[in-house]
């Protein structure tokens, strides 16, 4: 199985919205944080996909390092996710606050 990365999304200010210089350094470099800790999650992904399959070939003869590349992947995975729910409930939190 291989994982594709995932595509950083961009926002192209237009022309009735100023850009704002200040504020689009700050979402750029947590974006661009989020960004790398994607890649990094989606780099495990393959990794253990890899050593499995090598184990599955015959080129890699230590079942131990399958067993932590895998596992490396899925915590990563699952903290990943943790993550992102935790994004999602503080979105929505900020949405049900009233002005």
């Keep these: 199985m291989q994982v594709l990365p995932v595509s950083p999304i961009t926002l192209v200010p237009t022309a009735s919205q100023?850009?704002?210089p200040d504020a689009a350094a700050g979402?750029?470099?947590f974006g661009r944080m989020?960004?790398?800790a994607l890649e990094e999650v989606n780099n495990a992904q393959v990794r253990a996909?890899?050593?499995g399959l090598d184990f599955?070939?015959?080129r890699v003869q230590e079942l131990h390092q399958v067993t932590i590349a895998m596992e490396e992947a899925r915590i990563?995975?699952?903290l990943a996710v943790e993550v992102r729910n935790?994004?999602?409930d503080a979105y929505q939190e900020i949405s049900r606050m009233q002005v």
């Design 86 to 88: 935790k994004i999602i």
């Design 34 to 36: 989020l960004e790398r």
């Design 56 to 58: 599955l070939t015959g």
């Design 18 to 20: 100023p850009a704002k």
């Design 49 to 51: 996909d890899r050593v």
């Design 76 to 78: 990563m995975m699952s």
């Design 27 to 29: 979402a750029s470099g």
